[in-house]
């Protein structure tokens, strides 16, 4: 297990892979898309065809998902597919020393 790409919550070894495929399954089910048809660098506008109220439910299912708050601030910064799971990831982790 390596400290970059898997971390422990609870019992369970989370990958940033297993992130990124939870939410591909999660924007897909907001969007009406396949999660296999979603890239990383898809933008949640312009490619997927959220607006705003998506982007929100977007932000409270991975909150539900992953139990954790999304900060505003981060939730306005999204534009991407890889962004929100970036920023997943780091909740996730956690204040890291490094």
Excluded: Y
């Excluded at 890239?39 to 929100?56: A, Q, R």
């Amino acid at each position: 297990m390596t400290v970059e790409n898997d971390f422990k919550a609870g019992t369970t070894v989370l990958s940033r892979n297993r992130v990124l495929c939870d939410v591909k399954r999660i924007v897909g089910e907001e969007v009406g898309i396949a999660p296999e048809d979603i890239e990383e660098n898809c933008d949640l506008v312009s490619d997927l065809g959220s607006d705003s109220l998506t982007l929100v439910e977007i932000m409270m299912e991975i909150e539900e998902h992953f139990g954790i708050t999304v900060p505003d601030d981060l939730g306005e910064k999204v534009r991407t597919v890889g962004d929100v799971v970036e920023g997943v990831w780091q909740l996730l982790r956690g204040p890291r020393d490094d």
